[in-house]
């Protein structure tokens, strides 16, 4: 059973950074699709990152492209989602999601498998 457990969320003033992690478990896939996904209150979730088996292969949302990077280490089956000059409205409950038939997506629908959430709030 594929289980995704995501960590590294927390309280960050405007400015700051946060790296979250994403830990993949529970599947034999060698290729697989990890997004970064986000829902903040009153909002409908929205695509943030995704990166497809090979490290060149990456998405981002317009409002966080240059702020936020996205790695893997596939000997650990983990992403990685490097947050730097958080904003108030990148406040939000942040999922990770895996599907192996995809390359990459923005998309919600498009993944099967989805994490429990962490919360990151960027507020003084």
């Known amino acids: 059973q594929v289980q995704l457990v995501e960590s590294g969320g927390g309280l960050v003033q405007p400015g700051g950074s946060l790296t979250l992690s994403c830990a993949a478990s529970?599947?034999?896939?060698?290729?697989?699709?990890i997004g970064w996904f986000r829902q903040a209150p009153g909002k409908e979730r929205e695509g943030v990152s995704c990166i497809g088996n090979s490290a060149g292969n990456t998405m981002y949302v317009d409002s966080v492209k240059g702020r936020f990077t996205i790695s893997r280490d596939k000997a650990k089956r983990t992403v990685y989602l490097q947050m730097n000059s958080l904003k108030p409205e990148d406040t939000a409950v942040y999922y990770c999601a895996m599907d192996p038939r995809i390359r990459c997506s923005l998309y919600q629908g498009a993944f099967g498998s989805w994490g429990q959430g962490t919360q990151v709030t960027v507020s003084s």
């Open positions: 529970g599947f034999s896939y060698d290729y697989y699709a």
